[in-house]
Nanobody, 118 residues
């Protein structure tokens, strides 16, 4: 059973960089041909796919967030990390990590609330 767990600060100040880590257990992030995604849900809105890192290590981003988003990984720890720069209150959301690509995910973390506020 694959399990994912998000970790990181729950409060970030405007203009700073949001950084979250997803720790995966029960499966390797380098296993062919899986992708590992970050998805968020702002209050009162739907899910938004932010980007993913592939089993190969290549990263792919939503066009709307590409300029501010970076996804990397640490294979020794079986973790992948999201960095979102220049955050504003509009980036307040529940952030999820999940296994899958742009539109289909089969395993999810429980989600972590991130609030952008001074």
């Amino acid at each position: 059973q694959v399990q994912l767990q998000e970790s990181g600060p729950g409060l970030v100040k405007p203009s700073q960089t949001l950084s979250l880590t997803c720790t995966v257990s029960g499966g390797s992030i380098t296993t062919n041909y899986y992708y590992w995604s970050w998805i968020r849900q702002p209050p009162g809105k739907g899910l938004e796919w932010m980007g993913a890192i592939a089993y190969s290590g290549s990263s792919h981003y939503s066009p709307s967030l590409k300029s501010r988003t970076s996804i990397s990984r640490d294979t020794s720890k079986n973790q992948f990390t999201l960095q979102l720069s220049s955050v504003t209150p509009e980036d307040t959301a529940v952030y999820y990590c999940a296994r899958g690509g742009v539109i289909l995910w089969d395993y999810w973390g429980q989600g972590t609330q991130v609030t952008v506020s001074s």
